[in-house]
T-cell receptor, first 122, second 107 residues
Framework: EGQVVESGGDLVQPGRSLRLSCTAS????????LGWVRQAPGKGLEWIAF??????????EYAASVKGRFTISRDDPKNIAYLQMNSLKIEDTAVYYC????WGGGYSFDYWGQGTLVTVSS | DIQMTQSPSSVSASVGDRVTISCRAS??????LAWYQQKPGEAPKLLVH???TLQTGVPSRFSGSGSGTDFTLTINSLQPEDFATYYC?????????FGQGTRLDIK
């Protein structure tokens, strides 16, 4: 069965950068789109970034709250997706989940990682 | 952007009860509406996609329905493991948006 595992979360100061990784296994990584969803402490789910699979050109989408600051990318031979986060703000503090786009369900997500915590604080 | 509004925000119920959670979209959604279950400290779990299709392995006491802008998640005969927070998500267009969540507590 497929899975995704996030890593890279840390405590960082406002204005600094951080890169998260999402390592996948158990499925043909390059054929699937992936997304990042975050959850601030005690809050709901917020989608922030999406990257299509190679057959769809690997194009990207972003939420307005992170557009211009965050970049999603993928390295298909390594089965890894990344979320580069620049100019971090206190309000970016959250658990960040990587999730696989589910074929046949629109842009819904079937495999989720356990999440990685990003804390932005001075 | 498509706004998703869930009701109620929280509900208390007992084992064996039937619970209905509603989700309203600010625009018509064709077919791509999903429901997730999240327990404390865990990642969300996909329960239903395409409005009414149960994800593999999800118990049949869960069901999804609706069309247009109004959708419902129903849980029949609540089990102890069903007490969690539930989110709807429009999977129709970007930006992807979630409802604010419905917390289901034990009465």
């Amino acid at each position: 069965e497929g899975q995704v595992v996030e890593s890279g979360g840390d405590l960082v100061q406002p204005g600094r950068s951080l890169r998260l990784s999402c390592t996948a296994s158990g499925f043909r990584f390059g054929e699937y789109a992936l997304g990042w969803v975050r959850q601030a402490p005690g809050k709901g789910l917020e989608w922030i970034a999406f990257i299509r699979g190679k057959n769809s050109g690997g194009t990207t989408e972003y939420a307005a709250s992170v557009k211009g600051r965050f970049t999603i990318s993928r390295d298909d031979p390594k089965n890894i997706a990344y979320l580069q986060m620049n100019s971090l703000k206190i309000e970016d503090t959250a658990v960040y989940y990587c999730a696989r786009d589910f074929w046949g369900g629109g842009y819904s997500f079937d495999y989720w990682g356990q999440g990685t915590l990003v804390t932005v604080s001075s | 952007d498509i706004q998703m509004t869930q009701s109620p925000s929280s509900v208390s119920a007992s084992v064996g009860d039937r619970v209905t959670i509603s989700c309203r979209a600010s625009q018509i959604i064709t077919n791509w509406l999903a429901w997730y279950q999240q327990k404390p400290g865990e990642a969300p779990k996909l329960l239903v996609h395409s409005i009414s299709t149960l994800q593999t392995g999800v118990p049949s006491r869960f069901s999804g329905s609706g069309s247009g802008t109004d959708f419902t998640l129903t849980i029949n005969s609540l089990q102890p493991e069903d007490f969690a927070t539930y989110y709807c998500q429009q999977a129709n267009s970007f930006p992807i948006t979630f409802g604010q969540g419905t917390r289901l507590d034990i009465k």
